[in-house]
């Protein structure tokens, strides 16, 4: 299995149409694969106040790798700031939030595994 998606092909969604403000956009980097066991994005995490993060969970486990900016990630009840090129890898079942703390968007890569989000 060979898929290859051009940058061009590729559409920017909001994490949540609804939320206000968006807390961040995806670009699915796989959505030409068929039957995928993993499901990789590129991802523009916003900044916002702590009030408005949107804490979600879903199945299998994720990893994400900061290409540019500085982020903070809660997972469950513990807080890790990512600077570039940092990784981190954990259980997706729990609880997590993003949130860029600088004053642009952080760009990272996430892979997760499970069904797409």
Known sequence: MVAV?????????PSDPKSDPVPW????????????KLNGYLANFHPLPHDK???????GVELLYLIEGK????????????SAGDFIYFDAMQKHSYRSLVRSSCTAIVVTTGSPR
Do not use: M
Not at 25 to 35: A, I, K, M
Not at 53 to 59: E, K, R, T, V, W
Not at 71 to 82: D, M, Q, S, W
């Open 71 to 82: 982020l903070e990630i809660v997972i469950g009840i513990e807080t890790f700031e990512l």
């Open 53 to 59: 993060l949107a804490p979600h969970h879903h199945p």
């Open 5 to 13: 998606i051009r940058r061009e092909e590729r559409k920017s969604f």
């Open 25 to 36: 956009h995806f670009e699915s980097l796989d959505f030409r694969v068929n039957e995928r």
